[in-house]
């Protein structure tokens, strides 16, 4: 399985030296099935950049799917360049976030007063997958979700293809549980054996204290579900718009020293833009 990060950047994009490696474009990931297919998890900004290097031709067929629809996850569907071509097939997986499906809600941002063009104007061929299962495939991906504990709610996803599992839990603040959230047990179970998990750790543990409920989850309470669900490699992802390079550095490398003084050989790593990972 082939993941690529475009984005990893929380809350709003960013720009400047002091963001230069880990970059500032918000939630997108490409991943590569075995089988050929593309499929992408959320609309962030980082969306337009995939959008410029996916090839365009008559077999075209790209499949999405989202977290949940704050603003950071869907501001770059708009400037998503294969929406207009006629050659693209693009299935988006309609699931719900607070009372209006995804289709809605994109309906709604891309009309004026807050987009010169609708979707009915683009000339992609967009297929609305209905009902979505709890499990499901998209070619060689096995897919799974489970909800999260987020303002709203939404979901976490754990894609298995020939025994290798990556998991993508962004949003999902482990010890306040939001209407809908699971337990960090469950959470546990759902991350259980995975090769790379990238999960929210937007906060420190200084930092967390005064941001309770918000939504996120502090490092060291995801450090401890990671090790303890035997993951092989965790990626720190929904990167705080205030925390520069510098910054992210010093937070990497707090948790890879509390991995080594608990003897775990889980590796931590931060989620950069266009960091390409194999498993
Ligand atoms: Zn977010
Ligand atoms: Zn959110």
Redesign the pocket.
Known sequence: MYIKCWGSR??IAVAGQEYNRYGGE??CIQIQAQSGETVIIDA?TGLRKLGLDLPVNSNTHYYMLFT?T?W??ISGFPFFKPLQDSSVTLTIYNSSFYTLSVKEIISNIMAPPFFPITMKEMQANVIYEENIKTSFSIGSLDITTIPLSHPGGGFGYRFSENGKVFVFL??NELTFNHPGGRTIEEYTEFCKNADLVFH?MEFTPEEYPAKINWG?SCCTDVLELAMNANVKKLGLF?INQERTDDAMDKMVDMCQDIVIKKSSTMTCIGVACDMEINI
Request: hydrophobic residues 0%; aromatic residues 0%; negative net charge.
């Open positions: 929380g809350s918000t939630t962030g949940h704050h950071d996850h962004t949003d929210d996120h929904h």
